[in-house]
């Protein structure tokens, strides 16, 4: 059986470590370099680091980031943020990355995520989606650009031309609930794993760890994503896998 994983996320922008509430309203709250090595002392499953500024200029935070990162840290890294072009990427993982997260380039060019999966394996390729959902329609909207664009594709429609293009790993937030500690969306997380098998994570939403074992016994989903949840409280990532090791699930033991 597949272990689940507790991943904890840094969003990170002009160089700081920062959290918002449903994409907006970010505020500072610390060093990321900092928090990266807390979370290497607690055994976290992985780490994922995300620029949401997504320029140039902050690329290069990104990999100063992670050339501090690969000295001291030794869980599996997943970067992203404003990749654009191969070369990046490349650069990335050949710099210490386990994984790219990509979005916005997954709608502008497919064939690039392609090129990718082919050279690094599917396995170093994670797509990452922003929803909102739509309250009239019932239906969920995708967002690039950090939430800002509003993409005209459906999510059954994203989810298969990605996996067409050998992505080895879904990440799905919840822009409604991302930053509000109500709980993860489950309905969303039906909605993807009803049209693929591929690994999922899912973020936005956790808030103590009732919620990561509501999420984790009723639906199949991989991993769960948190941010707020280890930003504002004494939760931890070792903490979290110890409570729901004690349900019985398949985490790993440290």
């Not at 992985?46 to 501090?68: G, H, M, R, V």
């Amino acid at each position: 059986m597949l272990k689940k994983r507790v991943v904890p996320i840094l969003l990170l922008k002009n160089g700081r470590l920062v959290k918002g509430v449903k994409f907006n309203h970010y505020r500072d709250v610390g060093d990321p370099i900092q928090s990266a090595a807390v979370y290497n002392s607690q055994t976290a499953d992985e780490l994922i680091i995300l620029d949401i500024n997504a320029t140039q200029e902050s690329y290069f935070d990104l990999l100063k980031i992670l050339a501090e990162l690969t000295k001291s840290c030794f869980m599996p890294l997943a970067l992203g943020g404003g990749i654009r072009t191969f070369d990046q990427a490349a650069q990335l993982i050949h710099s210490g990355a386990d994984k790219i997260v990509l979005n916005t380039i997954c709608y502008q060019k497919p064939e690039l995520v392609s090129e990718l999966a082919k050279r690094f394996g599917s396995q170093a390729i994670v797509c990452n989606i922003d929803v909102r959902k739509h309250i009239a329609s019932n239906n969920y909207i995708l967002y690039s650009h950090s939430g800002k664009t509003h993409e005209k594709v459906s999510l059954a429609a994203h989810l298969k031309k990605m996996l067409d293009a050998g992505v080895g790993e879904f990440m799905v937030q919840s822009i409604d609930r991302d930053g509000t500690m109500l709980g993860f969306d489950q309905f969303l997380v039906d909605e993807v794993m009803s049209q693929v098998k591929t690994p999922l994570l899912i973020a936005g939403g956790s808030g103590n760890y009732q919620h990561l074992h509501q999420i984790f016994t009723q639906t199949n989903v991989s991993g769960v994503v948190c941010g707020s949840l280890f930003n504002f409280s004494d939760s931890s990532p070792i903490r979290a896998r110890a409570y729901l090791l004690n349900y019985g699930l398949p985490f790993k033991l440290v």
